[in-house]
């Protein structure tokens, strides 16, 4: 009975050092001393149960692991998406600038050729209107000078009379003369007649000069208002052209205007589309950052239990590095128990892509297969458990 109780005892101690072990984190103990009947069976039960607690804390610790290099990754990558995008809204928002600046300037020269448009069709219309003008001073002008003409003429005619006049007045005083005193009175009258038709000659004959003289400058007039009519036709001409020119710059100012503006809203649209995607980057960088986090507080709960294969995995499990691509690697990891390797092994570098399968695919083939080879021992493993924990009870 002493001994049987001895034995008891000792068991007891060592499963409950065992367990107190496996509480406080310490997944390297096992029972190490051999009994036979049912201590057998609960020695083996524990150890059991301790290594299927390792496998499983073991099997944590190298997911979480490479979730969390992965949410690392994803979280370079969204930060660099990030600032890409906010140095293509930076660029996006001084083309908008530039354009709205250059829509701007156009709209101001539209405008501008729709003025001169219009100041050339004034120009014009006042051409037209000096035309007509010039040409109805030629014509009064000419109507001047035939009446210059007629009036030379009616001169000419009173000349003659203040001739004949002066001949008669001689006529009569030659006849006074003859006829004694009795004709002293008629010699006077013929005198004064004689002197008013001396008169009248010579008013005549300057009226006549004045007459030449306006003619000549009339004919000088007449010259040069037909020559400003001339140059006012090839004004008027000139002015339908400008018009015409300054009518087509018009419309191409506008159809410039009208483009530039529906290039001014695709910017901006571009550029709000842009800052949508650089809130988005911004907002998956958190995540990511969040996720690390989490998976940081993971690690740190798995940390506290020492499971016997973590100086393995430190050797066999590499730490991220850059591959020859530029990119995070964490190098090739096997779940379960591991042998040490001589090494940490070397980066694979970015997978080369199977023939008629595209980088991109071969990624997804290739993360596909990783999530694989992580989710499939899980099962197994819970089925192993109960199956032992159910042999271990009966």
């Known amino acids: 009975i002493n001994e049987i109780n001895a034995v008891v005892d000792s068991a007891t101690t060592e499963f409950a050092g065992a367990l107190q072990a ?5 997944l390297t103990s ?32 190298v997911t979480a692991a490479d979730v969390g290099l992965a949410a690392r990754e994803i979280n370079m990558g969204a930060d660099d998406l990030s600032k890409r995008t906010e140095e ?18 156009v709209k101001a020269s539209a405008q501008g050729s729709k003025d001169a ?57 030659v006849e006074a003369a003859r006829a004694g ?6 010699a006077v009258v013929a005198s004064e007649v004689r002197t008013l038709a001396q008169r009248s000659s ?18 000088e007039g007449v010259k040069l208002v037909r020559q400003a009519g001339e140059q006012l036709s090839q004004i008027l001409d000139s002015s339908q052209k400008v018009a015409s020119t300054i009518a087509e710059i018009s419309a191409a100012s506008g159809e410039q205007a009208n483009g530039i503006d529906e290039m001014s809203q695709a910017v901006a649209h ?3 589309m842009t800052q949508q995607n650089a809130a988005l980057a ?22 506290q239990f020492r499971t016997g294969r973590q100086a393995q995995g430190q050797q066999a499990q590499p730490g991220p590095g850059l591959c020859r691509a530029g990119r995070l690697c964490r190098g090739r990891r096997r779940l379960g128990p591991q042998r040490p390797a001589p090494g940490p092994p070397a980066c694979p570098g970015p997978p080369s892509p199977a023939p008629g399968r595209g980088p991109g695919e071969a990624r997804r083939h290739d993360h596909a297969g990783w999530r694989r080879r992580t989710r499939t021992p899980a099962p197994a493993r819970r089925s192993r458990l109960r199956t032992d924990q159910g042999r271990s009870s009966r």
């Open 22 to 26: 496996i509480a406080g984190g310490d």
């Open 30 to 61: 096992r029972v190490e001393t051999g009994y036979r009947g049912r201590f057998a069976d609960l020695k083996a039960a524990i150890n059991e149960t301790v290594d299927r607690l390792s496998e499983t804390v073991a099997t944590i610790q």
């Open 88 to 105: 293509q809204a930076s660029s996006l928002e001084e083309t908008a600038a530039t354009t709205e600046e250059l829509a701007a300037s």
């Open 117 to 173: 448009a219009r100041i050339a069709d004034d120009a014009m219309r006042a051409a037209q209107t000096g035309g007509a003008i010039a040409g109805q001073a030629v014509e009064a002008m000419a109507r001047i000078e035939s009446a210059s003409q007629k009036i030379s003429d009616i001169i000419r005619v009173i000349d003659d009379i203040a001739f004949q006049t002066n001949l008669l007045a001689l006529n009569a005083a």
């Open 181 to 186: 005193d009795a004709g002293k009175g008629f």
């Open 202 to 219: 010579d008013a005549a004959k300057d009226i006549s000069a004045l007459i030449s003289s306006s003619n000549g400058e009339v004919e």
């Open 270 to 272: 571009l550029d709000e």
């Open 282 to 303: 911004e907002q998956s960088a958190a995540s990511a950052g969040a996720l690390s986090g989490r998976i940081g507080q993971l690690n740190d709960l798995v940390a």
